[in-house]
């Protein structure tokens, strides 16, 4: 199981601080669960010091795909590494709404993420309309074979994929455990396609969408539901603690 934290664009140098000593506090107890937070990429270097000594992970949340050079603004997967992440989200829905990412930037991102020996958090999952038109599946499968393709895997621990249906995320609404569920199954259908069994049944599918204490224990219960990659409920340790505690119940 795994809680990651995704801070978007919130938080300062002393706010970071605090957020990220009450989430070490908050995953005190937290057992087998494997816990992350994503802050923005100039507060890593501050909440990697708080968390040093931690079992809590540090995570960034995006990255370009080239070594190093004339890319002004842009952070290289090296940099990540060097700074301790151990996590990098690729292909938030909020990148490729915003700024235009593509499938293709997406993979190129996973590949370099992988080869600097972070472990990307990728991203996949239908707009509203598209689930409207019965069509989410035929979505989530192109986003998720477009990501992987030509990707060296040696383990299950390697990447992670976080189902995030994009009419889920930062509205209040959820998808129902069933709706969670039946997705998260289809997705380690086509990895286990991809890469076998042994990849497939160890690989982490995260659940993202208004994840929050009332209802992460009926989306963390289902089967192929391994964790969760949590927004809004993330800025606060306390309610992320519960979300933390709910997984580890389990
Ligand atoms: C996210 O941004 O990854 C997310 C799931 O956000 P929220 O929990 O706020 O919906």
């Known amino acids: 199981m795994l809680i990651a934290g995704n801070w978007k664009m919130n938080t300062d140098v002393s706010s970071s601080v605090e957020l990220a000593r009450g989430v070490i506090q908050e995953s005190e107890h937290a057992g087998a669960v494997n816990v992350a937070v994503c802050p923005p990429a100039p507060l890593l270097s501050v909440v990697g010091e708080a968390l040093a000594g931690s079992h809590v992970r540090l995570g960034a949340q995006n990255m370009y795909w080239v070594d190093s050079g004339a890319f002004t603004g842009e952070i290289s997967a090296q940099m990540l590494s060097s700074l301790g992440c151990h996590y990098v989200i690729v292909g938030h829905s909020e990148r490729r709404q915003y700024f235009g990412e593509t499938d293709v930037e997406v993979n190129k991102k996973v590949r370099q993420s992988v080869k600097a020996g972070l472990v990307p958090i990728i991203c996949v999952g239908e707009r509203l309309n598209q689930r409207k038109a019965g069509k989410e599946q035929e979505v989530v499968a192109a986003q998720v074979q477009h990501a992987l393709e030509g990707m060296e895997v040696r383990a299950s621990d390697s990447f992670v994929i976080a189902y995030e249906p994009v009419w889920a995320i930062g509205t209040g609404e959820t998808a129902t455990p069933e709706q969670a569920q039946g997705m998260h199954k289809f997705i380690r259908t086509l990895v286990r396609q991809q ?31 391994d964790g969760g990659l949590i927004g809004g409920a993330s800025l606060k340790a306390d309610i992320f603690g519960q979300i933390i505690q709910a997984a580890q119940k389990l």
């Open 195 to 225: 890469f076998g069994n042994q990849i497939a049944d160890g690989l982490h599918i995260l659940y993202g969408g208004s994840m929050k204490p009332s209802n992460a224990e009926e989306l963390l219960i289902q089967n192929d539901v």
